[in-house]
């Protein structure tokens, strides 16, 4: 069967090379017709878990107590904020703004309701609310009111009242949710109980409609952000500010993306030109392999948008990634074309080439499975977008390889032959140094090794999963400015909603109650009665449960990790106010519920109790610039001075919002770590075992390539780098790149080892062929990751400078621990009697 394959390989693709060119044209040329079709996701939806059952209550409260989507501008006026050109520069910002398509409304000092300026008596709420805008209103007790109020304290103003916010309000996009409920009841239903063949038929067209209309939203979206820019920068003369909000991140994040594809593909293919141009000097050695790589990353990018498969964050490294790889394949199959022909002098072109493919095939087989199969190892995460990095890197690197090996000796074969010699460089001598070193140092060596090793390890032990939000992107960014002056002066950033429910002893009393309504409805039927009986039961809206709600929210505003929380307490702290702080009584409640106007219920009751009065919403913004916030370790905190202190039943508390979700996240990103590093570990083991047809060398193979991964692990635990959804791809992406040099090695050892069965002169004659590529495909790699550095993205900067340090580690390992375990450990057999031992020269 084999032999079949490759008569029908030289036959297609080194015989007729004209007809391999043209199928290769006609590939990439079908492929780049799709990319225009290409998307990208930068959604919280792309941030999350899948499955995340934290995720499915998250969007049922959102659909209860209003979504996210709003966007925060903060306004630090460069004038007193209350006098008239800065209120007026507000009010002309807010009223461009409300006439924006998507905007439903504005909030900000100008229109939120004052209760306090003056005092307004309860029993006038529905005649006597002013704003600041109505005429003859005591500005000074505004700006106090703002300072002090239990409702706008650390939310409208600053505590040195030199930066307000506004909030701008976003209609709800009914056909937006609409699909998105559609497609997670059948999805759910999925899960649960299995889907017909008609229901797979429904769900797939409604995941399809949803991925259709959701980039029709982000584009909307995108359009709407810049035009709210576009707002602001017409009145920068008046006030700093900053933008901020989830769309905003959103949106901005998308930019990220562009950004760094463009800056990743034409600063890695530019970085390339230049180092093949260095390696090997020569015109067709810098052509041939960039046309690999160029061809690569079209076909792939064209393949994604054929199946609508959209870029995340996570992914946007793909570009390079897939460069960097390709560049490996082409580098090994230039250095080994050059051997045979400095070695075959006079040999034809065709026989060159086709000796190149027959000898390198196999192990540029194996390093590109290996690869994938780390990339694969990624699918055990359990998170979206790196599930997708994992597969869009399984697809790109398959088709990498089958291109490269149609595409490069075709192509190879219609030049002429090098010069023997034409290519030769002072990579050699430098590569045959490391092996005489190897040889003078061996126990140096393996103690440097196990020394290494033994700090990864206590490295590793110190890794950790807490890390702030903020910290994902630079300093300059307006994403990290902004939640900074949010964080530090506007009561933190991060939501964190607590939803409490009644115990199971109110849901037997209510039943209890019904029952008797039923039996008395029977005998007599007040008309009177039903409405007074509705108003009394519920769980929440009483003075007894107000005053645990009230220890509640204290008990949050002491907390240092916490800034701003909001609940119903808030109302009733205010109306205590308003009632010359004498504690409000059950008649006051029903008092109020009754004549408090529909826009103040909408600010102060509705986010925080349910319709029925029998749920509490309680919303808490965290700080995130908190050195000490371990978000995990805080809700644990709370919910245990909630049961333990408070006495509420556990059963009845759950905690919601992004801090669930993103630690959730973190959370999972620790164990799934475990789970990839194993994952590919036993692969590669199996691999190797089938390449080598060895155990001993398996295991041999796997040491320096391991030490490589806990090398930089270790760096990440040492330095506090935490895992977050880039690093924790590093070590499966480090063992399956780094072991690429492993198999290419021992490969050409076992080559050159039946020569005159001798290791050190077998590890010679290695370090000088086959050890000049690795050099080339590991500085290639190395600095080709260091252009991530380049990432607006803090991850993948970190990615780009760790993977490249990781590449070094292996580069290393491969030149001097592997050989020398070879040369100890002997796993090819005892040496020809009689052989010297032949030292590098």
Not at 597 to 607: H, R, T, W, Y
Request: charged share 20%; with cysteine.
């Amino acid at each position: 069967m084999l032999n079949l394959f490759a008569s029908a390989y030289r036959r297609w693709v080194i015989e007729k090379p004209f007809a391999s060119l043209t199928v290769v044209f006609l590939v990439v040329g079908y492929f780049s017709y799709h990319i225009p079709n290409f998307k990208l996701d930068a959604s919280a939806e792309s941030l999350v878990l899948e499955n995340d059952n934290a995720l499915q209550y998250y969007r049922e409260v959102n659909k209860s107590y209003g979504a996210d989507d709003f966007l925060l501008i903060t306004y630090a006026p460069f004038k007193d904020l209350m006098s008239d050109e800065v209120l007026a520069d507000l009010k002309l910002m807010s009223d461009e703004l409300t006439r924006l398509d998507r905007v439903r409304s504005t909030d900000s000092i100008l229109n939120v309701p004052l209760l306090n300026s003056p005092r307004v008596e309860i029993s006038k709420l529905a005649t006597d609310i002013r704003t600041l805008e109505t005429r003859g209103v005591d500005r000074e007790l505004a700006r106090r009111e703002f300072l002090e109020s239990p409702i706008y304290k650390n939310l409208l103003l600053s505590p040195d009242g030199k930066v307000t916010i506004l909030r701008v309000n976003f209609k709800r996009d009914e056909k937006y949710f609409s699909l998105l409920y559609r497609r997670n009841n059948l999805r759910d239903k999925k899960e649960a109980s299995g889907l017909s063949a008609e229901e797979e038929a429904m769900l797939a067209e409604a995941r399809q409609k949803f991925r259709d209309y959701h980039a029709k939203f982000l584009d909307e979206e995108d359009k709407t952000i810049q035009a709210v820019r576009e707002i602001m920068d017409r009145h920068r003369d008046h006030a700093e500010m900053f933008l901020g909000g989830i769309p905003m991140i959103t949106t901005d994040m998308i930019d990220f993306i562009k950004n760094d594809l463009k800056t990743f593909g034409v600063g890695v293919i530019a970085f390339l030109v230049l180092m093949l141009s260095l390696f090997f000097r020569r015109l067709r050695w810098v052509v041939l392999p960039v046309s690999c790589c160029v061809i690569a990353v079209l076909v792939m990018v064209g393949y994604l948008g054929l199946m609508d498969w959209r870029v995340t964050v996570i992914s946007s490294n793909f570009i390079s990634i897939l460069l960097i790889i390709t560049m490996s394949l082409t580098v090994h199959l230039i250095v080994r074309y050059q051997g045979l022909n400095e070695n075959n002098p006079g040999q034809s072109q065709k026989e060159l080439v086709w000796q190149t493919v027959r000898l390198m095939i196999r192990p540029c087989f194996y390093t590109a499975i290996t690869t994938i199969v780390a990339f694969c190892s990624l699918l055990v995460s359990g998170i979206r977008p790196v599930i997708d990095f994992g597969w869009m890197m399984t697809s790109g690197i398959s088709l990498a390889f089958i291109l490269i090996f149609i595409f490069f000796p075709a192509a190879l074969v219609l030049l002429n032959p090098e010069t023997p010699g034409a290519g030769k460089d002072r990579t050699k001598t430098f590569t045959l140094s490391i092996a005489a070193f190897t040889n003078r140092n061996r126990n140096a060596i393996l103690c440097s090794a196990l020394l290494l090793a033994a700090a990864s390890v206590m490295g590793v032990s110190k890794l950790t999963v807490e890390n702030r939000f903020i910290d994902h992107f630079k300093s300059s960014t307006e994403i990290y400015r902004g939640m900074e002056v949010i964080d530090q002066k506007l009561g933190g950033t991060t939501p964190l909603d607590i939803i409490m429910n009644p115990d199971q002893k109110f849901f037997d009393y209510l039943a209890e109650v019904n029952e008797k309504k039923i039996a008395a409805a029977e005998d007599f039927d007040d008309p009177f009665a039903e409405e007074s009986e509705a108003a009394e039961i519920n769980y929440w809206f009483n003075t007894d449960m107000l005053d645990r709600v009230e220890k509640i929210h204290d008990y949050l505003e002491s907390l240092p990790e916490v800034g701003k929380v909001q609940s119903i307490s808030t109302l009733i702290k205010v109306f205590t106010q308003l009632s010359n702080d004498r504690a409000l009584d059950d008649y006051d409640l029903v008092l109020i519920r009754k004549l408090m106007p529909e826009s103040v219920k909408d600010s102060l009751v509705n986010p925080y109790l349910s319709a029925d009065a029998n749920q509490i919403h309680i919303n808490m913004r965290l700080i995130e610039s908190d050195p000490n916030l371990k978000r995990l370790q805080l809700i644990e905190k709370i919910r245990g001075h909630l049961v333990e202190e408070l006495k509420f039943d556990s059963g009845t508390i759950q905690f919601t919002g992004m801090v669930v979700l993103y630690s959730n996240m973190l959370q999972s990103l620790y164990r799934s770590q475990i789970l990839t590093i194993g994952v590919v570990f036993f692969a590669i083991m199996i691999m190797f075992m089938i390449l080598f047809k060895s155990l001993s060398l398996a295991v041999i193979g796997i040491v320096p390539n391991l030490l490589a991964a806990g090398t930089v692990l270790g760096i990440m635990g040492w330095l506090n780098i935490p895992l977050d959804m880039m690093t924790i791809t590093i070590a499966a992406i480090t063992l399956g790149i780094a072991v690429d040099n492993t198999i290419h090695y021992i490969h050409r050892f076992q080559t050159e080892y039946k020569v005159d069965r001798n290791y050190l002169a077998s590890m010679n004659r290695c370090h000088g062929s086959i050890g000049k590529a690795m050099y080339y495909t590991s500085v290639t790699i190395t600095l080709g990751f260091s252009i991530l550095a380049l990432s607006e993205f803090m991850p993948t900067i970190y990615f780009g400078l760790l993977t490249g340090t990781a590449m070094v580690v292996a580069l290393i390992g491969a030149l001097t621990l592997l050989p020398l375990l070879l040369t100890v450990c002997k796993p090819l057999g005892a040496e020809a009697s009689g052989q010297n031992p032949v030292a590098p020269k």
